[in-house]
T-cell receptor
Framework: EAQVTQNPRYLITVTGKKLTVTCSQNMNHEYMSWYRQDPGLGLRQIYY???????DKGDVPEGYKVSRKEKRNFPLILESPSPNQTSLYFC????????????????FGPGTRLTVT | AQKVTQAQTEISVVEKEDVTLDCVYE???????LFWYKQPPSGELVFLIR??????QNEISGRYSWNFQKSTSSFNFTITASQVVDSAVYFC???????????FGKGTRLHILP
């Protein structure tokens, strides 16, 4: 079954304790992305990756890191989480731009609800 | 800069009524895709439709229809004969061909009242 998986689904942590949220897709997509969803703010892109070893900042990258060492995996790293990073996080994947056409629709993981106290 | 505006924050209608969700976008790209996603109360994000900027034909899928008008930069979504299961947050999104960012609107929360 084609899917995007995220782990963990729920996480409660304390300020400053490094954490990683994993994301994996089995659709051989080049493009992967992380979003955070906050009430009233919709979905905001944190980081995206066009392919292995190619990442770039989205609209809200501060306080986050990513890496793309393998095509299927795109972990999100919070090296020193703070309470303002309490949010619902989504990973997504899709095809990338090709021959002047935008990439296609994204497929989303189930979400990770993070609480930082 | 690219932008997607969903001016309706929240809408409530009674079951069986028709409802239209508005989406207005801004982009300088000549080639782009527009999308609608649904987020039901369970929280997952479900892809509904993709529209190419070159294709202004309206699309109908069962009770769902989409009206794309480049002249007004709008991509509106209509649910006909709404049902309680349509209650969800709906997001409109834009993806251009010149960079790799994807822009979402803030979403419209739709309540279908029995």
């Amino acid at each position: 079954e084609a899917q995007v998986t995220q782990n963990p689904r729920y996480l409660i942590t304390v300020t400053g304790k490094k954490l990683t949220v994993t994301c994996s897709q089995n659709m051989n997509h080049e493009y992967m992305s992380w979003y955070r969803q906050d009430p009233g703010l919709g979905l905001r892109q944190i980081y995206y990756s066009m392919n292995v070893e190619a990442t770039d900042k989205g609209d809200v990258p501060e306080g986050y890191k990513v890496s793309r060492k393998e095509k299927r995996n795109f972990p999100l790293i919070l090296e020193s989480p703070s309470p303002n990073q309490t949010s619902l996080y989504f990973c997504a994947s899709s095809l990338t731009r090709f021959r002047g056409m935008p990439g296609g629709e994204q497929y989303f993981g189930p979400g990770t609800r993070l609480t930082v106290t | 800069a690219q932008k997607v505006t969903q001016a309706q924050t929240e809408i409530s209608v009674v079951e069986k009524e028709d409802v239209t969700l508005d989406c207005v976008y801004e982009t300088r790209d000549t080639t782009y895709y527009l999308f609608w996603y649904k987020q039901p109360p369970s929280g997952e994000l479900v892809f509904l439709i993709r529209r190419n900027s070159f294709d202004e034909q309206n699309e109908i899928s069962g009770r769902y229809s989409w009206n794309f008008q480049k002249s007004t930069s709008s991509f509106n979504f209509t649910i006909t004969a709404s049902q309680v299961v349509d209650s969800a947050v709906y997001f409109c999104a834009l993806r251009g061909n010149r960079d790799d960012k994807i822009i979402f609107g803030k979403g419209t929360r739709l309540h279908i009242l029995p």
